[in-house]
């Protein structure tokens, strides 16, 4: 898979990126990752990326055309862009699986106030990973990237790790343990250690529903992510 992001700060999304498992998604080729930065498709001698808001009000605000530029270079045709605000759709374990089909992801991260409002209709999807504000769209692109790349087929080693995990059936996943069996006079549910696998699955399978229904009654089975319908904006 290819992802691209229009970011101020490249190094904010590269860096965290390049550790672990996704990093080393990178070097396997599973995943190319690449950044357009706005400030160089700018064109006056400070090389300007915001400025003032209109109406007033404290903050700057990006202006549309370098960011605009930068998403030109970066978008091939089949591209999927999606636009990083806390205004938009709420990021999940099914949209990141809708995310993982794709061929081309586009992340825009907006920073200081946010993106003047005309380049919102350039986007395929507005996401946003939660209801809590972040400096900029940088790190919510890091999460979204992290939660996509480990769904690409062949990135983690046992291809079953994603199937009964938490959020892809709507439960939270059922508790783990490892070794020793024994730690600090806490033991392993027997279940566990019975070595019975029709024991083991039905454990788990009533553990997910409880915890589930403790923790997150809220969850409901995944939904399909649609492509929003655009807007009259240049594309
Ligand atoms: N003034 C904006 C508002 O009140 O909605 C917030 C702007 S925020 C300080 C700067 C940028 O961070 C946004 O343009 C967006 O790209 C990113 N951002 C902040 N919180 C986010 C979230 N929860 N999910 C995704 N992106 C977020």
Redesign the pocket.
Known sequence: MRVDAVTLFPAMIDSPLSESIVGRARTEGFLELGFANPRDFTEDRHRTVDDKPYGGGT?MV?MAEPVYRALKQLRKKGSFVI??????RR?DQSVALELSKKKHLVF????????DERVTPLADLE??????????????AVAVIDAVTRLIPGVLRKSDATVNETFTDGLLEAPHYTRPAVWRGKTVPPELVSGNHKLIAAWRSKLAAELTGKARPDLKPPQQVKKKSRGKAAH
């Open positions: 903050g990006m636009l990083l605000t806390p205004k938009g990021f825009i991260c907006g920073h200081y106030e946010g993106i996401l946003s990973i939660g209801d809590y504000v972040l400096t900029g769209g940088e790190p919510a």
